[in-house]
């Protein structure tokens, strides 16, 4: 079965500073993994995908995420954090074998303070 | 363009009462559809999925039940609502081939049980 780890619920940065929230997933097949941003009270919007072609994928919003397979980690990044960013971010997996399924991670809150 | 509607948006609703939530996708035919609920401290947690007309999997024994009576429909339903259902209910689909595309949520309805 197929599941995903995310190293910190919150996580709090400096207007500014990098950004990098983890996450690691676990899968018997080439896995697809996604990340989502959740604003209060609405959907999940797609931010970026890797699904088995360029490990270093690039999202909207300025942020990126390389897929490792050695580290079995897809970690998401922003070189500049802005306040706009404040969000929950959900790491999410399924596999290139058509899984029915879309696995979450349990969510990082972030948090950008002025 | 593809767009996933949900209704009603919020909803308050005594213990013990039935309940209804209706999900509708546009520009997009024999879509593979979702319900998740994301419940305070327990993050997104796959209810059901079709993917097809009268084809429904249930992810979590409980008692919600889902229907697809039409292509592009997906229904929520519960005879009796309990304090533990409330939540925000979220419908997906499953964009492209194999869902190389993502999943893509509607707007959510926030279900609040007394």
């Known amino acids: 079965a197929q599941s995903v780890t995310q190293l910190g619920s919150h996580v709090s940065v400096s207007e500014g500073a990098l950004v990098l929230l983890r996450c690691n997933y676990s899968?018997?097949?080439?896995?697809?993994l996604f990340w989502y941003v959740q604003y209060p009270n609405q959907g999940l919007q797609l931010l970026l995908k890797y699904t088995s072609a360029a490990t270093l994928v690039k999202g909207i919003n300025g942020f990126e995420a390389e897929f490792k397979k050695s580290e079995t980690s897809f970690h998401l990044t922003k070189p500049s954090a802005h306040m706009s960013d404040a969000a929950e971010y959900f790491c999410?997996?399924?596999?290139?074998?058509?899984?029915?399924?879309?696995?979450f991670g349990k969510g990082t809150k972030l948090t950008v303070n002025p | 363009s593809q767009t996933i509607h949900q209704w009603p948006a919020t909803l308050v609703q005594p213990v013990g009462s039935p309940l209804s939530l209706e999900c509708t996708v546009e520009?997009?035919?024999?879509?593979?559809l979702y319900w998740y609920r994301q419940a305070a401290g327990r993050g997104l947690q796959l209810l059901f999925y079709?993917?097809?007309?009268?084809?429904i999997s249930s992810e979590v024994p409980q008692n919600l039940s889902a229907s697809r009576p039409q292509d592009r429909q997906f229904i929520l339903s519960s005879k009796k609502l309990l304090l533990s259902d409330s939540g925000f209910y979220l419908c997906?689909?499953?964009?492209?081939?194999?869902?190389?595309?993502?999943?893509?949520f509607g707007p959510g309805t926030r279900l609040t049980v007394l």
């Open positions: 999410a997996v399924s596999d290139e074998g058509g899984s029915e399924k879309l696995v």
């Open positions: 899968s018997s097949v080439p896995p697809y």
């Open positions: 520009g997009t035919s024999n879509p593979n």
């Open positions: 079709s993917v097809g007309i009268g084809q």
């Open positions: 997906a689909w499953r964009g492209g081939s194999r869902g190389r595309a993502g999943w893509f």
